[in-house]
């Protein structure tokens, strides 16, 4: 799995038995290979832009996908893992351009998705039979091709007898609900606005940094009433779930416009960094005060499960709500988002369609061949 934080590859080796509701996974390793800053660089040099350059957007196609092979064969190399005892590699690639209807807003065209990264490449490098592009068959389906967690939150996460509430803060937030009494249609999957990326797209503009590492900078400014309330403001907060954003939408050009509408445009940085943190948790904490039964126990996974300050505010605007990382659960919550994909891959090759609500009832993933 790789993500729109560009923070490395997450890769999970898994072992599965059986399929669909009866699946059971064990993760035997795991680790997050960092990125290079040249890689970093040039993907963001595409990374969701409405104009990008083309011939840049064919090469990072092939050379991702040879990029994450090596970095699979490093990961296996250092488990003492052989590539033929993999029976298959599920790869997520690499999100340049997320384009529901909603946001491009353009008759006659469907809701799109662009992930790079080919699976032929990776087959045959690895020699390991890939199967990657997953998002295409649930748009093709009717889907919005995000967040595609919903399928493995369900066969994962659910338990008989408990509302759970599964989050994910990556680049963008989203969040599973799985109600108690296991009834399908009431399973809601949807994205809730950003995550991560607008906290780190500041930190790397005014302190040089990947990160907000242990919310330092976040804990030494204010949050920004005004702002906070400008950044809110977009309709996306106000359309009913199941919904799907990106940075498309949540970007730099999006907090400039909000502090120009608030009046905000020259606070110290450290206070947009402590507004946009809070921006994170509290539109994580209106929508579950909105569409969420009370009582429901939160599990959050994700960058920023790590992050202090986005923890602290959301536990405190949802004070009547259990929080726990998914460890909790038994599920490694950097692991996650890559093990919910190699359970795509599973379901693909041994699953069936499952009903879930008005979701897309459908298998996903091209499958690439080694030879």
């Not at 250092?78 to 590699?89: C, N, Q, R, S, Y």
């Not at 807003?105 to 080919?118: C, F, H, K, T, V």
């Not at 909790?328 to 093990?339: C, F, H, R, S, V």
Request: glycine fraction near 10%; hydrophobic fraction near 40%; include cysteine.
């Amino acid at each position: 799995m790789s993500g729109t934080s560009l923070d490395g590859l997450d890769i999970a080796l898994c072992k599965f038995t059986g399929s669909g509701l009866q699946t059971q996974c064990e993760l035997q390793q795991f680790v997050t290979i960092p990125y290079q800053d040249f890689f970093k660089s040039e993907v963001r040099s595409i990374f969701s832009r409405r104009q990008a350059d083309l011939e840049k957007v064919c090469l990072l196609n092939d050379f991702i996908g040879s990029y994450h092979a090596e970095l699979v064969l490093q990961a296996l190399g250092e488990w003492g893992i052989k590539p033929a005892d993999v029976d298959f590699i599920a790869s997520h690639g690499q999100t340049i351009y997320h384009a529901p209807k909603r946001l491009h807003g353009q008759e006659g065209y469907p809701n799109a998705s662009l992930q790079i990264g080919d699976g032929d490449h990776i087959a045959v490098k690895t020699g390991i039979l890939t199967i990657s592009d997953f998002r295409q068959k649930q748009m093709a389906a009717g889907g919005e091709g995000a967040p595609l967690a919903l399928y493995g939150d369900v066969l994962l996460g659910s338990k008989a007898g408990e509302d759970r509430i599964l989050v994910n803060i990556g680049g963008i937030s989203n969040l599973t609900f799985l109600p108690a009494d296991g009834d399908m249609s009431k399973v809601l999957c949807s994205d809730i606005g950003p995550g991560n990326t607008l906290i780190d797209v500041f930190c790397r503009t005014y302190f040089n940094r990947a990160f907000d590492e242990d919310s330092a900078i976040a804990f030494s400014g204010e949050v920004n009433e005004a702002l906070l309330n400008s950044l809110l403001k977009h309709p996306f907060f106000n359309e009913k779930p199941p919904k799907t954003t990106g940075p498309e939408l949540f970007n730099e050009e999006y907090v400039r416009k909000a502090q120009e509408r608030s009046g905000t445009s020259h606070i110290d940085p450290k206070d947009i960094i402590a507004t946009l943190s809070a921006f994170t948790a509290k539109a994580i904490a209106d929508f579950t005060r909105a569409y969420l039964p009370k009582g429901a126990k939160m599990f959050v996974s994700g960058g920023g499960a790590k992050n202090p300050f986005v923890m602290q505010y959301l536990e405190k605007r949802l004070y009547r709500t259990t929080i726990a990382d998914t460890a909790a659960l038994g599920i490694n919550p950097d692991a996650k988002e890559a093990i919910l994909f190699a359970l795509l891959g599973n379901e693909a090759l041994a699953g069936e369609p499952l009903v879930i609500g008005t979701n897309p009832s459908v298998l996903m993933g091209k499958f690439s061949f080694a030879g």
